[in-house]
């Protein structure tokens, strides 16, 4: 408000209008600056999040085909599919399996590395190298070496195991163990250069009093840094589990095909299964849905299982 005071000589000043202050102005200008950033999330996250439970109830055979509403049907369809059931036990023995063999081995190795021990650096990069090799040539590598005449084959032959070798990728027995090792050696190094940097940041001192009371690296390793790093780990097992629960279609696409038959199939192959090969967009968002429900529950219980006691 604008008041009009009076001098001593009689003329009248008028002060200049205040202005907002800046810390308000500031918080204005951070809100505008955030806009884009919202659009873009709500138009790209939300948006194919939504249009996820909208497919999901609607019969759509195919992307150039009439669409008409199906409600639960698909749902349905869905749970009296047995291959929907294999895919489920598919995806719990893989997750069951890789989650914790990768986790464990990358802390402990991560506490290694942190160690500093002769060469570390060189080890980082060294354990960068899954990461910064693409999918296909990846699955390569595998294809290679677990072939009827690739490298694994030749080696037990080569050992007198010849009665032990086996069509790895092409057995039911085999083929979704085979895609587990290489979740397992695809994420472990990066996973434990991760594991690394944040034992790099727990104080000196707390390695040197446990050591000082008697306690080995071992103890050390589990009974002092890793409450220290707790939740860290957890947020690392979410990535891993993230990574693992929904990635891994690729890696079956590249290498099995979800077979023979369905040994191999997984929750995240089906969902392209159905909606690029089968053409059945309903069936594969409905799957969809269920990645998403399945997928949040377990990272609210990773979250919570890892979550700091004290």
Known sequence: ??????????????????????????????????????????????????????????????????????????????????????????????????????????????????????????????????????????????????????????????VGLGSVTDAWLASPSTALACLIVLDIWGGIGFTAVLFAARLGSVPEEIGEAAQLDGAGHWRTMWRVHFPVIREYVGVVTMLQFLWTFFGSAQHVLLLTQGGPGSSSTTLSFLVYQKAFIAADLGYSQTVGVILFLVGLVGLLTIRRAFRQNY
Not at 73 to 89: G, I, L, Q
Not at 113 to 131: D, E, N, S, W
């Open 1 to 158: 408000m604008t008041t009009l005071t009076s001098t001593p000589g009689g003329t009248e000043v008028r002060p200049a209008p205040s202005k907002p202050p800046v810390r308000k102005r500031r918080r204005e200008g951070g809100t505008i600056l955030a806009v884009p950033a919202l659009v873009w999330y709500l138009v790209f996250m939300v948006g194919p999040m939504v249009a996820i439970f909208v497919i999901a109830a609607l019969h759509w055979p195919g992307m150039l085909q009439p669409v008409s509403f199906a409600g639960l049907d698909n749902v349905r369809t869905v749970f009296d599919d047995p291959v929907f059931w294999d895919a489920v036990r598919n995806t719990a023995v893989q997750l069951a399996v890789a989650l914790p063999i990768m986790i464990v081995c990358a802390y402990m190795l991560g506490y290694y590395v942190a160690q500093k021990p002769p060469g570390h650096k060189v080890l980082r990069y060294l354990l960068f190298i899954p990461g910064l090799i693409s999918t296909p040539a990846k699955a390569m590598v595998f294809y290679a070496a677990l072939s009827p005449d690739g490298l694994v084959n030749g080696a037990l032959k080569s």
